[in-house]
Each structure stands twice: as C-alpha cells, then as structure tokens.
C-alpha cells in the first residue's frame, strides 16, 4: 500500500489546515491509520489514529480539542484537521497504516512508529507567528 500525505503549508498562527492521507489500494480500509509528525530535531511523535471502521479515534493529550481525525473509505482517505495553529504545530505530518486488529488498543502499540507497516512521505506544516 502506498501513502500520500498532502494538505501541508506555510500559514500563520490561528489558522486551520486539512490534511489527507490517500491511499492506493482498498486494503487500507481495513487497517488502522496514525498521524505523526516531526518537528526540527526533535523525534517523531504520534497525533491521532483511527481504527479501521472510523469509530475509534485517538489525540495525543498535547493537540487534543485542536485536531480531529476522520477517514472517508469510499475515498480511501484519512484526514487530519487542525484547528488553532501554534507556531509548536511546525513540523513534516506523517501518515502511517497499520494492518494490525488488535496493537491500536494499546496506547503504548500505537505510538511506537515501528508498529506501522506503511508511511506516506510526510507534508510540511509551518506556522509563523
């Protein structure tokens, strides 16, 4: 399976953004899919994640009530909507699928980035003060 992370931009403090994670085949309805991001030297770290059927979402405690995850399966397509951005936001956001049923329920399985099996190439955000 094959990711594509797009929707990244230079914006300015308070602004929203949308990010969309499509894949290339119909699998990745089936599988678990994660935000990451990385910012300037520090390690990646994981934002949100949503189970297969879309019922089960995720937000890292630090962006919780700012970003939301949500996936389309007829688009095959997980977004990432980001509201109240912090110049703290600037990082590459990475999308990544796992085909596990079960890693998800634990907290520690799913923001270990070694647990995903497919990334998307990652899409800058820079948010200026």
């Known amino acids: 399976v094959q990711l594509q992370a797009f929707g990244g931009g230079l914006v300015q403090a308070g602004d929203s953004l949308r990010l969309s994670c499509e894949a290339s085949?119909?699998?990745?309805?089936?599988?678990?899919v994660a935000w990451f991001r990385q910012a300037p030297g520090k390690e990646r770290e994981f934002v949100s994640g949503?189970?297969?059927?879309?019922?089960?979402?995720f937000v890292a405690d630090s962006v919780k009530g700012r970003f939301t995850i949500s996936r389309n399966h007829i688009k095959n397509t997980v977004y990432l909507q980001i509201h109240s951005l912090q110049p703290d936001d600037t990082a590459v956001y990475y999308c990544?699928?796992?085909?596990?049923?079960?890693?998800?329920?634990?907290?520690?399985?799913?923001?270990?980035?070694?647990?995903?099996?497919?990334w998307g190439q990652g899409t800058l955000v820079t948010v200026s003060s």
């Open positions: 990544a699928a796992s085909s596990s049923r079960s890693d998800y329920l634990s907290s520690f399985n799913r923001r270990s980035r070694h647990r995903y099996q497919y």
């Open positions: 085949e119909r699998t990745f309805s089936e599988y678990f």
């Open positions: 949503i189970s297969w059927s879309g019922g089960t979402t």
